[in-house]
Every structure is written in C-alpha cells, then in structure tokens.
C-alpha cells in the first residue's frame, strides 16, 4: 500500500500543466543549452538575492547572487560572440549595460557600508 504522505492530489489537470512545464524545459534544453544554463543561474540568483534582502546580516548571499549574476552575463556575452543571434547588438548592449549597473549599485553598497562603520 502506498505511503499516503507521498500522493499529492493535483488532478488531472494539475499533472498535466507539470507535464507540459517539464516538456517544455526539456524542448529548451535540446533546442539552447546555454540560454538554460543561463535562466537557472539567474533565477538561482534571484532566490539568493531575495534571501539576502530579508536578512542582510549574511553578505555571502549577496556575493554568491552576483556570482551567478557575473556568470550569466559572461555566458550571455561568449554564446554571443561563439553563435551571433539575429539581435546581436540589443542583447551584448543590454548585457554589458547590466554588468556595469551591477558593479555601480555593488560600489555604491561598499561604499555605503564603509561609511556606516
């Protein structure tokens, strides 16, 4: 007899919506690897950054989000520079303008953190 515990009662139409998620996330992945590889590290840091936002006591949350953050954009930029997309410019643009965004906000917050010490 099955463990009660693990049968979750999503019907019918719960499973099949899931189905048709993991289906499409594996279309995806065949179809672009790296443009997966790069919406989970960014989704991953979203999670991380929105963890630090609740408790801003543990830097490391914030360090490993801008890691991944980091990671992204440079994976954005190679797969860019390795297979050009028909809108090459717009994306390397928005790419570089957010690294230098990221590196603003990043000083601005050292810079803020410095002075309340």
Same mark, same amino acid.
């Given at each position: 007899?099955?463990?009660?515990?693990?049968?979750?009662?999503?019907?019918?139409?719960? *499973?099949? /919506?899931?189905? =048709?998620? #993991?289906? +499409?996330?594996? /279309? +995806?992945?065949?179809?672009? @690897? @790296?443009? $997966?590889?790069?919406?989970? *590290?960014?989704? #991953?840091?979203?999670? $991380?950054? &929105?963890?630090?936002? $609740? =408790?801003?006591?543990?830097?490391?949350? $914030?360090? /490993?989000? #801008?890691?991944?953050?980091?990671? &992204?954009? &440079?994976?954005?930029? &190679?797969?860019?520079?390795?297979?050009?997309?028909?809108?090459?410019?717009?994306?390397? /643009?928005?790419?570089?303008?957010? !690294?230098?965004?990221?590196?603003?906000?990043?000083? !601005?917050?050292?810079?803020?953190?410095?002075?309340?010490?």
């Amino acid at each position: 007899m099955p463990c009660p515990m693990l049968q979750v009662g999503f019907g019918k139409s719960g *499973m099949r /919506l899931w189905r =048709n998620f #993991l289906y +499409s996330v594996i /279309l +995806s992945s065949h179809y672009s @690897p @790296p443009r $997966l590889v790069e919406a989970v *590290m960014l989704l #991953l840091a979203a999670g $991380l950054c &929105a963890v630090w936002w $609740l =408790n801003q006591q543990y830097w490391q949350y $914030l360090v /490993l989000c #801008l890691s991944y953050i980091v990671g &992204a954009i &440079a994976s954005i930029l &190679a797969r860019e520079v390795v297979a050009p997309s028909s809108q090459t410019y717009t994306i390397r /643009l928005t790419a570089v303008a957010s !690294l230098v965004v990221l590196v603003a906000v990043v000083g !601005l917050y050292i810079t803020r953190k410095i002075n309340l010490v």
